[in-house]
């Protein structure tokens, strides 16, 4: 390839080095942890606290009915909601640490943990 | 009594600066049509004019050309003063501090292949710690660091591959400063 004619010996050693960095910021991206557990709260207070390891649904009484939460290996979502506009169904599966659905109406709310705590701009 | 008349003297060296730097702003142009998955990850294909403007011309051109580019680029994309201009200049500053002490690396070995990425390094460091400071202090910033790594290798490489094809096509003028 004539390319690589245009590369001298140290331009290798510079993209090697500029790999290295690459490879090095890596870890950065799964800072956060991994998806370990999800917290249900139900008015602010845990409702439960459930290890992402296994599947399973739990079924959450509210004000306005029952929101049902499923939880599978690695992922949670709510399934249902008695919401009027679904905002917390439809954002799917949460699979992230600080990922969080919460449906209002309801006073439900589903949120991935990690081993350490993420934060989002809401602490702001 | 007549107003006193300021002459302006133009030197061949206005008009080249004046010239590269057009080149320079049509390239950021085009960078800001490329479109872009993720804010900060661009071509930055208007740093290939630096790169064989520094090697032909010398530093302090290179200087004036990529801060014109930064001032001109702004005022015809609209973001003259806004976050995104700092942020644009903060990666120029960078890039060119490292330029001008990169371009004392042995000629022989290093070409505008290492100039080009160790630049894009610089630009985007640059521009993570000014926007750690200033738009968004927290450390959530840095968590896409690895991309903008990697965007700076990639992009990096290719116009440094870019600048090093322009420069063995077109021929030196003159004497390297």
Known sequence: ?124 | MTASVTELTVTAEDRRVAWLATAAVALSLADAAIPSPLPGVKPGLANIVTLVVLIRHGWATAVWVSGLRVLAGSLLLGYFLAPAFFLALTGATFSLLTLGLARHLPGRWFGPVSLSILAAFAHIGGQLVLARLWLIPHDGVFLLTPVFAAAALVFGTINGLIAARLLGEIPAAEPVR
């Open chain 1, 1 to 124: 390839m004539r390319w690589l004619a245009y590369l001298r010996p140290g331009d290798w050693l510079i993209i090697a080095g500029g790999a290295a960095l690459v490879g090095l910021t890596l870890p950065l991206l799964w800072q956060g942890g991994f998806a370990e557990r999800a917290i249900i709260r139900q008015d602010g207070r845990i409702f439960a606290e459930i290890d992402l390891g296994s599947r399973r649904e739990v079924t959450v009484p509210g004000p306005l009915g029952a929101t049902l939460v499923a939880i599978e290996p690695g992922r949670a979502r709510i399934v249902a909601d008695p919401g009027p506009r679904q905002y917390c169904v439809r954002q799917g599966w949460l699979a992230r640490p600080g990922e969080i659905a919460i449906c209002a109406p309801n006073h439900v709310s589903l949120q991935i943990a990690g081993r350490t705590r993420a934060y989002d701009s809401l602490s702001y």
